[in-house]
């Protein structure tokens, strides 16, 4: 496959979810008004120890790289078995458990009705660990352009890893922060390939 036609394909497929995405029903997720100083003001962050919040601030930033690198890979899981499977692929190309993990996530959030949710796709519902498996279990449909299912679990193990210790409260180091960084620039140089 030539250069250009990678690229059309990455393109096709991107579209093909934002397409399906859009006929689910998705909402505009653009936080780009956001103001900053105002959340903190609401959140009373100069209420709280300063080398806490400056920690966060800075674990922010790790985790809006890895949170665009969890919903990179759910659109292209998404867009790639829409793609080479169609509608269905929900159905046919995840398992079982898999499936009714999400549906239960999902079920659970729509109880609490005064909280936003994640969204109305089940793919929204799934965690790193289960868009590899998804991965794996179609690697027919990823391997033009994965080559390798051992290197992305490599890569999803090791983001898996550094999100958790963001997710509950931790601290990572800069070689940690940088392995990230290498991963995440790694990945997307072979996906969009």
């Known amino acids: 496959m030539t250069q250009p036609d990678r690229a059309y394909t990455f393109v096709y497929r991107a579209l093909l979810t934002e397409e399906a995405l859009d006929r689910a029903g998705r909402q505009s997720s653009s936080h780009s008004d956001i103001d900053h100083q105002k959340i903190a003001e609401l959140l009373s962050l100069d209420a709280m ?11 922010g930033t790790v985790y809006t790289a890895i949170a665009a690198f969890e919903n990179s890979v759910r659109d292209l899981v998404a867009g790639t078995l829409l793609e080479n499977v169609g509608e269905g692929w929900w159905q046919g190309c995840v398992s079982e458990k898999i499936r009714k993990q999400a549906d239960l996530r999902q079920t659970e959030e729509e109880k609490v009705r005064w909280h936003t949710q994640r969204g109305e796709d089940p793919i929204q519902y799934t965690t790193l660990p289960n868009l590899l498996n998804i991965i794996r279990n179609n690697f027919e449909h990823f391997e033009p352009f994965l080559h390798d299912i051992d290197w992305a679990a490599s890569i999803f193990d090791t983001v ?3 999100r958790n210790v963001i997710m509950h409260s931790g601290t990572l180091g800069q070689r940690d922060i940088a392995r ?4 995440i620039r790694d990945w997307t140089s072979q996906v969009a390939a």
Do not use: H, K, T
């Not at 120890?49 to 674990?59: G, H, I, L, P, Q």
């Not at 990230?180 to 991963?183: C, W």
């Open 49 to 59: 120890d300063e080398e806490y919040v400056e920690n966060a601030r800075a674990m």
């Open 180 to 183: 990230v960084g290498a991963l």
């Open 160 to 162: 898996e890893r550094s």
